[in-house]
């Protein structure tokens, strides 16, 4: 079974408009990390948020919020007021307790419209 | 602060030949994992070095070999190309046993196998 699932191959959005990028994750570990990252056509991945399995709240961080439902399994990012600079691939990830590997969904590709 | 780099940006090798990617992890970082990105597709997990030793690894076979030196900085080895290793690889570097669960990554090697 996949890690990671991100089932959005492309999504477009109206600048200043938000937008929530999908993401589910499957794990038996009790103790897990998940991660966004954004990938612009050069190819350098960027962080953008973090929200542990045992954190009460959702992660928010600037325009980004991670809308975190753990009974489902799931961990969108919503990213408000969206930016031509927006626009690139963005990758759900997932950390398992204190394990190395990171393991990454197939991407989904955010295009702005001005 | 220093960010991740990597060299070369570019590298066209032939099938069958040998490979040296580098990696310069983020000042203050003591461990570096490597991915793998084929076109269209997440990062791939190959392994991750902390205090000069492996520290887990992917799927991915013997002829996938790294370093870390001293100095944190790592070294991807593949030996005998194939043509689907044609990719791009990430470094990325992180902090272990200080609670931060983030890693930053360098902007890739794009290898291209002939």
């Known amino acids: 079974a996949q890690k990671i699932t991100q089932t959005q191959p492309g999504m477009f959005v109206q600048e200043k408009e938000a937008v929530t990028l999908d993401c589910t994750y499957d794990t038996s570990d009790p103790s897990y990390g998940l991660f966004w990252y954004k990938q612009p056509s050069s190819g350098e991945m960027i962080f953008l948020i973090y929200q542990g399995s045992y954190d009460q709240q959702n992660a928010t961080e600037g325009r980004y919020s991670l809308n975190f439902q753990k009974a489902r399994k799931s961990a969108n990012l919503v990213i408000s007021a969206s930016q031509l600079g927006d626009s690139a691939m963005y990758f759900c990830a997932m950390r398992e307790g204190s394990g190395n590997q990171f393991y990454f969904g197939t991407g989904t590709s955010l295009t702005v419209i001005p | 602060e220093t960010g991740v780099t990597q060299s070369p940006t570019h590298l066209i090798k032939t099938r069958g030949q040998q490979v040296t990617l580098r990696c310069s992890s983020q000042s203050g970082h003591n461990t570096v994992s490597w991915y793998q990105q084929a076109l269209g597709q997440g990062p791939q997990f190959i392994f991750q070095y902390y205090r000069e030793e492996e520290n887990g690894r992917g799927n991915f076979p013997p002829r996938f070999s790294g370093l870390q030196f001293p100095n944190y900085s790592s070294e991807l080895n593949v030996n005998a190309l194939e043509l689907d290793d044609s990719a791009l690889y990430l470094c990325?570097?992180?902090?272990?046993?200080?609670?931060?669960?983030?890693?930053?990554f360098g902007p890739g090697t794009r290898l291209t196998v002939t």
């Open positions: 990325a570097s992180s902090t272990r046993g200080t609670g931060a669960y983030e890693q930053y």
